[in-house]
Every structure is written in C-alpha cells, then in structure tokens.
C-alpha cells in the first residue's frame, strides 16, 4: 500500500528551529514535495526533492534519504506567521497524482 | 502571473441536490488535478487530465461525480445527487508538465446537509 506518516502537530517558539518528519512507503518513488497550507487558503509549494540530499532555499530546507523512505522539513529563525499545516507529499508509483500526508500542525509561540 | 483559481469557495446542499465546483488552472498548463480532504483525513486524488482527456480517474468515489475540462482549459466537477459523505473541501492543482510541481487553488468547501 501506499502510506505517508508524518506527526500530526508540533510546537515551537520565536527565532527557533524545528524539524517536521515524513517516511513514506509508497510502490515508486518520483519526488517528494512540501507544502503549506494556511487555514481556509491554499496549500503553497515550498520545496522539492526528487534525489538524496539536502535543498536550501531561505530559510526552509528540505532533506531527502531515498533508501530510508524519509524525509524533513527544517524551518529556522521561526516567525509566528509559519505556524501552519505542513504537508508532505509523494509522486508514488507510475502515476502523476501526489498522495499526501495527514499534514503536521506547527504552532509558533512568543 | 494569476494562480490556480476555484468557484465557489464555500457551497452548502441538501443531500440529493446537485453541485457543480470549477476549476481555471493556471494558464499553459496541461495538466489539471482533482483532489478531495475529508475533514480529519489527508487530502486524496480524485482525478487527473491532460489537457482535455482524463489520464487517471481511479480515486473517483463512484460515478455520482463526474469530471469535465472542455477545450482544455477550465474543468468543472459535478456531483449528482450529492451524499452527506461527499462533505468536504475539494482541490484543484495545475502543473505545466507530468510530475511537475502542482500548484493548488484555494478550494471549494462542500457541505452536504
């Protein structure tokens, strides 16, 4: 089958650094996406990884490991407008379509 | 650049009336996504098309709901007669190319009463 585990809430304060986890079993593998999704609003691209390894843009960074199934989302220097739903993603088997997580809910506190 | 657009953004039926959601993806891209949250749930495929043809339509509940995308541009979902379990938010993303980065519209929330 096809699954995405990611946890479903996190919290974290002002200026600091959080890691959001995402393992995926899946029959293929063709990318990776993060997204996030502000309530009642769209869910916005943030990244993608599609080979092993580190992606940096800002102050977001996405981490793929291929033979683990895994990856992460690092956010740093936190602002309180990224508390958010943050949603991982997989181009999974040979179809186009994304099969998502359940999405991890970040809360930023002063 | 105008992004993924949906129409309307919240609609509320009586079960077994009809519905019809829209979708305009961003314009040049070919490939057009149905996806559907059920409150609690991730969000799940519904269907995919290239340009006017249907690629992939195995997450389509069953055949009350039918997808359209005349000319290729904007597509439209109908549900008929809806069910208290079609309640939920559906999506729509676009993507120039296959396994290209989709790009989502803000939703349509359905709320079957």
């Known amino acids: 089958g096809q699954n995405i585990d990611q946890p479903t809430e996190m919290t974290a304060t002002e200026g600091a650094i959080v890691q959001i986890n995402c393992t995926y079993q899946?029959?293929?593998?063709?990318?990776l996406f993060w997204y996030q999704q502000h309530a009642g609003e769209a869910p916005t691209f943030l990244s993608y990884n599609v080979l092993d390894g580190l992606e940096e843009k800002g102050r977001f960074s996405s981490f793929l490991s291929r033979s683990k199934g895994y990856s992460y989302l690092l956010l740093k220097e936190l602002q309180m407008k990224d508390s958010a739903s943050y949603l991982c993603?997989?181009?999974?088997?040979?179809?186009?379509?994304?099969?998502f997580g359940t999405g991890t809910l970040l809360a930023v506190q002063p | 650049e105008a992004g993924v657009t949906q129409f309307p953004s919240h609609s509320v039926i009586e079960k077994g009336q009809t519905v019809t959601l829209r979708c305009d993806p961003i314009?040049?891209?070919?490939?057009l996504y149905w996806y559907r949250r059920v409150m609690g749930k991730e969000i799940k495929f519904l269907l995919h098309f290239v340009k006017e043809s249907k690629q992939d339509e195995s997450g389509m509940p069953n055949n009350r709901f039918l997808a359209e995308r005349t000319g290729g541009t904007y597509s439209t979902l109908k549900v008929q007669p809806a069910e208290l379990e079609d309640s939920g938010v559906y999506f729509c993303?676009?993507?120039?190319?296959?396994?290209?980065?989709?790009?989502f519209g803000p939703g349509t929330r359905l709320t079957v009463l």
């Open positions: 993303a676009s993507s120039q190319g296959p396994l290209g980065t989709q790009y």
């Open positions: 993603a997989v181009y999974g088997g040979a179809t186009n379509k994304l099969i």
């Open positions: 899946t029959s293929g593998f063709n990318g």
């Open positions: 314009s040049g891209h070919d490939n």
